[in-house]
Every structure is written in C-alpha cells, then in structure tokens.
C-alpha cells in the first residue's frame, strides 16, 4: 500500500507540473478571449493624411471595455457598435449646418475592429462638416 | 475725471472680452500643448499584415502620461522614448536564444509618436524572436 501511495502521490505531482502551466497561460490571457478592437484617430489641417501633420490623436479601445484617451470613449465605442464598426455608414447629423467656406480637415482611422484591420481617411471642407460627422466619435 | 473713468472702465471690459477667450481656450485645451503620441499595436501569426488577421490589439498612449490597453504601458513608452520612437532602432535582446522553427509572426504599429505619423511592420520567424526584440513594447 506504501507503495501504491507513492505512486499515486508522484502521478499527482507529474499531472500537476503538465497541466499546471497550461491552465495558468489560459488564465492569465483574457485577450485572446474576444477579437481585439484597438484604434487610434487623428484629425489635422490639410486635405490629405499623407500630408498633414496630425495635430490631435487618441486611442480607442472598445473591448473588454471601452477606454483610451478619447474624451468620449464610451459613447464612441457605442456608436460604433452600432454601425459595425463601419466608418463609412457615419452619417452627418441633420441638426448641424456649416458654411462652405474651404478649410479642409482630414480625419484617419487606424487599428483593428473586432479582430478586423481597419483604415479610414475622411477629408471634410471645414471643421463644422467633420463634428457633424456622427455624434461622438471624431469629437476629440 | 468721471469720463476718464468711464473709459478705463470700458477699455478694461473690452480687454476682458478679447482676451478672455483666448485664455479660455488656452486652458481648456491642454491637448494641444504637446504632440500627440498614440498608437495601436498588433501581433499575428503569419508573415504579412495585409494577409493576416490581429489576434492581438492594444493601444499606448504616452503624452501627457503612459496609458493604454498595453499591459506594460509606462516601460513601453519609457523604451520608446529612448530611441525616439524609432522602432527600426529597436536591438534583439543578447540573452534570448531562439530556435530556427518558421512559424512566422508579424506586428504592427500605427499611429503617431511626438506629432509625427508612424506605420511600422516586421516579420519574425517565430513568436521567441519576436519577443526577443526590446524589452517591452511587444510584450503583449
């Protein structure tokens, strides 16, 4: 029995020293949880990011939770989900009029969304057209 | 001396108003006092970013302070900023030693450092020569 008790006190041990850093790793990495959805936006002045210098850039985060220097994350990772993540589906607010006067802004869009690449430039005649833009998500 | 009064008076309000907002905005507008660093970085498994899918996305953002999904954000950019955002200049760390196996891994940085717009891209053989590379920016 002695011996029989060793055994199984050493097959323990072997199990626990196999399946121990297994299960370690797959809790210490909640990120591979969910698909990642990371970005960063910038606005400046000018019609052509490659151009432009940026004059204003924050980081969005939307998942596990929403973060990141945007002064609205919140509210920008909500209305993004709302449209799927589809920068081109933003539509200009119809409570919102701007003159015409051209003084272009370009906006960019970089990073990933729900696991997906995303890469969005948006030039706008003058800064009123882009805060028309949706309701929170180029406001920074 | 009443009307020279007066006119101090009115002088002072029109100071008041033209300067007023400028110090306004001037003090509600700290983003604007240094150059945005924002960026969005990504690893996957494969061996170019147009081809494969993130499976790992974070952001880090080090002005005004080191913040971001980036589990290491402070060590991250405080590394950044010792080759000035450089991310060419990054060595492989003398002390890991990695195998030859090819199971190619790619990461990404966009945004913008210090005002400056960055899109880097770099292939590794394996995920160990990735992690070998700096200390803490791709250790995510």
Same mark, same amino acid.
């Given at each position: 029995?002695?011996?029989?008790?060793?055994? *199984?006190? $050493?097959?323990?041990?072997?199990?626990?020293?196999? @399946?121990?850093?297994?299960?370690?790793? *797959?809790?210490?990495?909640?990120?591979?949880?969910? $698909?990642?959805? #990371?970005?960063v936006l910038t606005t400046g002045h000018g019609d052509s990011a490659?151009?432009?210098?940026?004059?204003?850039?924050?980081?969005?985060?939307?998942?596990?939770?929403?973060?990141?220097?945007?002064? #609205?994350?919140?509210?920008? @990772?909500?209305?993004?989900?709302?449209?799927?993540?589809?920068?081109?589906?933003?539509?200009?607010? *119809?409570?919102?009029? @701007?003159?015409?006067?051209?003084?272009?802004?370009?906006?960019?869009?970089?990073?990933?969304?729900?696991?997906?690449?995303? $890469?969005?430039?948006?030039?706008?005649?003058?800064? @009123?057209?882009?805060?028309?833009?949706?309701?929170?998500?180029?406001?920074?």
């Amino acid at each position: 029995m002695r011996n029989t008790a060793r055994w *199984a006190a $050493a097959l323990g041990l072997t199990a626990a020293a196999v @399946c121990g850093p297994l299960t370690g790793s *797959a809790v210490a990495a909640p990120a591979s949880l969910y $698909a990642p959805s #990371a970005l960063v936006l910038t606005t400046g002045h000018g019609d052509s990011a490659t151009t432009v210098t940026p004059e204003r850039a924050v980081t969005l985060s939307c998942a596990p939770t929403a973060t990141g220097t945007h002064p #609205a994350a919140a509210e920008a @990772c909500a209305e993004l989900r709302g449209i799927g993540g589809d920068f081109t589906a933003l539509k200009a607010r *119809a409570d919102v009029h @701007c003159t015409r006067l051209y003084d272009p802004v370009v906006v960019t869009v970089q990073g990933v969304w729900q696991g997906q690449r995303v $890469a969005y430039e948006r030039t706008f005649g003058n800064a @009123c057209a882009k805060d028309a833009l949706g309701s929170s998500v180029f406001a920074f």
